[in-house]
């Protein structure tokens, strides 16, 4: 196991006997071929549908649909956060997000767009975590009650 980081103060040694002994000296199993892109995209999506709920969250602050997009925004972040662990143990570093992220100019089609990715999600063939179909499609259902409310 390649170390690229590691955290000020630790003890690299000591991190390569645990990895060791919990590993029974088997090499880490290789990512499958597109497996890192395929990672850093997702992470990539999260991010970004995180500040899209963040987003339309402030926009329709004092609605009873604040509460729902605060709580997906909270979901793909710690979606995120878990996605970015796997990139860590696969790659050895942390994946950078791009920290600017294009507002919608019309908030049921930014709605509608973010319902697509969701369930685009579902469908991965293999996802690198299994709660992560559970989470989208659960989000895509949530962002289709707004979109219904909204419209009638």
């Known amino acids: 196991m390649e170390i690229r980081e590691f955290p000020a103060g630790g003890d690299i040694q000591n991190l390569n006997a645990v990895y060791e002994r919990v590993t029974h000296g088997e090499a880490p199993a290789s990512p499958a071929p597109g497996g890192e892109e395929t990672l850093e995209r997702l992470i990539d999506e999260a991010a970004g549908a995180a500040a899209m709920y963040e987003l339309l969250a402030l926009k329709l602050r004092g609605s009873p649909h604040e509460r729902t997009l605060r709580r997906l925004a909270a979901e793909e972040k710690e979606l995120e956060r878990k996605l970015q662990a796997d990139h860590l143990i696969l790659t050895g570093d942390t994946h950078a997000v791009p920290t600017a992220y294009p507002s919608a100019p019309y ?6 767009d973010q319902a ?3 369930l685009v999600r579902v469908r991965l063939p293999l996802p690198p975590l299994p709660e992560l179909p559970t989470v989208s499609l659960r989000h895509a259902e949530a962002l289709r009650n707004i979109i219904a409310r909204i419209v009638y």
């Not at 908030?107 to 509608?112: E, F, K, T, Y």
Request: charged share 45%; net charge positive; hydrophobic share 45%.
């Open 107 to 112: 908030l049921l089609r930014a709605l509608g």
């Open 116 to 118: 697509r990715r969701e």
